[in-house]
């Protein structure tokens, strides 16, 4: 019995060595997945808060003002560019049942480069013209 045992004595460590890599793949992989969740709420988020600024304001430079004052926490911060606002204007009259559309597209890097870059995510708000 105890010759059997001598000639495991390393079988531990390899066994460890093997599932250890393993172990932080998958450790990476959730914190990556939960940074990213995190952002993409910021992102609905901002893009509600736009469009509910340009539906009651009509004013598209305000709803951008207000999806990068709605996401300070984002870096980086999201820029004029990555903001679309749909359409460019609300009808003053006879709105009806027209939508503004406020979409956020975003780059977000990864924490770590062990899974690429970055990965594009959208938010995206839509809310009635003239509330």
Known sequence: MRDRMRGERGATAVEFAMVVPLLLV?????AEFG????????LSAAAREGA??????NDPAAARTAVRNAAPTLDPAISNAQIAVTPARCPTTGAGSTNVRVTIDYPMPFLTD??????DLTGTGVMRCNG
């Open 35 to 42: 940074h990213a969740f995190q952002v993409q709420g910021t």
């Open 114 to 119: 062990f899974f690429g870059a970055t990965v």
């Open 52 to 57: 509910r600024v340009m539906a009651l304001q």
């Open 26 to 30: 998958l450790l990476l992989g959730i």
